[in-house]
Nanobody, 131 residues
Framework: QVQLVESGGGSVQGGESLRLSCAAS????????MGWFRQAPGKEREKVAI????????YYADSVKGRFTISRDNAKSSVSLQMNNLKPDDTAMYFC????????????????????????WGQGTQVTVSS
């Protein structure tokens, strides 16, 4: 059974940092697409960062490039999102998600194929950034 549990959200001032963690079970994080997504009130859910398959390739939304870093610990079956220089526009519920063990595409497909590729989701963790 696939499970994803996020932690690490909170309230911070602009310019500060947070680190989100996602504990995964029921599948291999190193062989599939893992990602962080976010959804602000009244807005659609959007991709933030993806780490892809065995090569560990990473992809980022333009709005977070240079500030956020996604990483993966295969031994601990976890994925993290280091968020630096946070801005009020980063305020959202952040979700960890995976395409699961059945993903058979390439690394770039983890980014290009969109949110519908991600079949399993965590419950989310709130990030609030004040100015």
């Amino acid at each position: 059974q696939v499970q994803l549990v996020e932690s690490g959200g909170g309230s911070v001032q602009g310019g500060e940092s947070l680190r989100l963690s996602c504990a995964a079970s029921g599948f291999s994080v190193s062989r599939t697409c893992m990602g962080w997504f976010r959804q602000a009130p009244g807005k659609e859910r959007e991709k933030v960062a993806i780490i892809a398959t065995s090569g560990g390739y990473t992809y980022y939304a333009d709005s977070v490039k240079g500030r956020f870093t996604i990483s993966r610990d295969n031994a601990k079956s976890s994925v993290s999102l280091q968020m630096n220089n946070l801005k009020p526009d980063d305020t959202a519920m952040y979700f960890c998600a995976t395409a699961g063990d059945n993903y058979d595409g390439n690394s770039y497909g983890c980014w290009a194929r969109g949110i519908s590729l991600y079949k399993f989701w965590g419950q989310g963790t709130q990030v609030t950034v004040s100015s």
